[in-house]
């Protein structure tokens, strides 16, 4: 359906799951030398092992949905790309895109390509765009 709920991944679910513990907070403090990070709230959590995994914001200042006369669709924050998608799959299915070209070569440009894939088939051909052209090197 392209739900914008399609998109999107229940993570309390996912944690559940799987056996993680999900906790919503933001972090004010991260100290290294005792191994907890302290949430606004001031909830403390100890770890043995930090990964921080902070994803990327789009650096323009006014993100818009894309319209006719744009070419570029902001992926994160996820709701831009939530906002793009009708228009956007309604320009793929008019054929005005046929090539998608996504900027990196990590696990979410690689994710973004094979769920667009997946979705479009061949109505439109997906270009990964890296600038030493390797995927998932790191």
Same mark, same amino acid.
């Given at each position: &359906?392209?739900?914008?709920?399609?998109?999107?991944?229940? #993570?309390?679910? @996912?944690?559940?799951?799987?056996?993680?513990?999900?906790?919503?907070?933001?972090?004010?403090?991260?100290?290294? !030398? $005792?191994?907890?990070?302290?949430?606004?709230?001031?909830?403390? @959590?100890?770890?043995?092992?930090?990964? #921080?995994?902070? %994803?990327?914001?789009?650096?323009?200042?006014?993100?818009?949905?894309? &319209?006719?006369?744009?070419?570029?669709?902001?992926?994160?924050?996820?709701?831009?790309?939530?906002?793009?998608?009708? $228009?956007?799959?309604?320009? #793929?299915?008019?054929?005005?895109?046929?090539?998608? !070209?996504?900027?990196?070569?990590?696990?979410?440009?690689?994710?973004?390509?094979?769920? #667009?894939? $997946?979705?479009?088939?061949?109505? !439109?051909?997906? @270009?990964?765009?890296?600038?030493? %052209? $390797?995927? @998932?090197?790191?």
């Amino acid at each position: &359906t392209n739900a914008a709920t399609d998109f999107l991944i229940d #993570l309390k679910k @996912l944690c559940d799951r799987v056996g993680c513990q999900f906790v919503l907070e933001t972090i004010s403090e991260i100290s290294m !030398a $005792e191994q907890t990070v302290v949430g606004r709230s001031g909830s403390s @959590l100890s770890f043995d092992c930090l990964s #921080l995994n902070l %994803g990327s914001l789009s650096g323009s200042t006014n993100p818009t949905p894309v &319209t006719h006369s744009q070419s570029c669709v902001y992926l994160k924050p996820l709701y831009y790309w939530l906002k793009s998608w009708p $228009e956007l799959r309604a320009r #793929l299915n008019d054929q005005q895109i046929t090539k998608i !070209a996504i900027v990196g070569g990590g696990a979410a440009a690689c994710e973004v390509g094979i769920a #667009l894939a $997946e979705n479009l088939g061949k109505k !439109a051909k997906i @270009l990964l765009l890296t600038p030493d %052209g $390797e995927i @998932l090197s790191n």
